[in-house]
T-cell receptor, first 112, second 113 residues
Framework: EAQVTQNPRYLITVTGKKLTVTCSQN?????MSWYRQDPGLGLRQIYY???????DKGDVPEGYKVSRKEKRNFPLILESPSPNQTSLYFC???????????FGEGSWLTVV | GQQLNQSPQSMFIQEGEDVSMNCTSS?????WLWYKQDPGEGPVLLIA?????ELTSNGRLTAQFGITRKDSFLNISASIPSDVGIYFC?????????????FGTGTKLQVIP
């Protein structure tokens, strides 16, 4: 089954404790991205990657890092999480830029 | 970052009624997309529009790509309870291998049986 898989789905952590949200897709997609969803703000892009070793900032990259060492994986790294990064995070992928975007099921992150 | 103006923000309708929502932008897009998000799930694509003026249907859903390339609307006819969810528009511009996707703020739809 074609899918985008995120882990963890739910996490409560403390300020400053580094964490990584993993994302994996099994569709051989080149394009992957991360979004955060906040009430009243919709989905905002954090980072995206056009292919392996090619990443770039989205609209709200501050406080986040990403890496794309393999085509299927695109982890989101919060080096020093802060409460304003409490949000619902979505990983997404598509075959090429301009193609249909497929979303993961989301990761609820709470930073206290 | 840029955001699309999506309206209405939320709506309550009676089962069987038709629904209309729209998105506008100050920038043009190459593609307009409409997604639906069920509670606890990621957004799922409903309709994709690739040409200005294009009108596309998917069952009870109809969407149009505005002729100016700066707006789009989604209509749902004869609503049913499972239409409940949050609907997002998204505008996509692809230039020189660079893909920029901007999402609307969402329309929360509640259907009263």
């Amino acid at each position: 089954e074609a899918q985008v898989t995120q882990n963890p789905r739910y996490l409560i952590t403390v300020t400053g404790k580094k964490l990584t949200v993993t994302c994996s897709q099994n569709m051989n997609h080149e394009y992957m991205s991360w979004y955060r969803q906040d009430p009243g703000l919709g989905l905002r892009q954090i980072y995206y990657s056009m292919n392996v070793e090619v990443t770039d900032k989205g609209d709200v990259p501050e406080g986040y890092k990403v890496s794309r060492k393999e085509k299927r994986n695109f982890p989101l790294i919060l080096e020093s999480p802060s409460p304003n990064q409490t949000s619902l995070y979505f990983c997404a992928s598509s075959f090429h830029s301009g193609n249909t975007i497929y979303f993961g099921e989301g990761s609820w992150l709470t930073v206290v | 970052g840029q955001q699309l103006n999506q309206s209405p923000q939320s709506m309550f309708i009676q089962e069987g009624e038709d629904v209309s929502m729209n998105c506008t932008s100050s920038s043009i897009f190459n593609t307009w997309l409409w997604y639906k998000q069920d509670p606890g799930e990621g957004p799922v694509l409903l309709i994709a529009l690739y040409k200005a003026g294009e009108l596309t249907s998917n069952g009870r859903l109809t969407a149009q790509f505005g002729i100016t390339r700066k707006d789009s609307f989604l209509n749902i006819s004869a609503s049913i309870p499972s239409d409940v969810g949050i609907y997002f528009c998204a505008g996509q511009i692809t230039s020189g291998g660079y893909q920029k996707v901007t999402f609307g703020t969402g329309t929360k739809l509640q259907v009263i049986p």
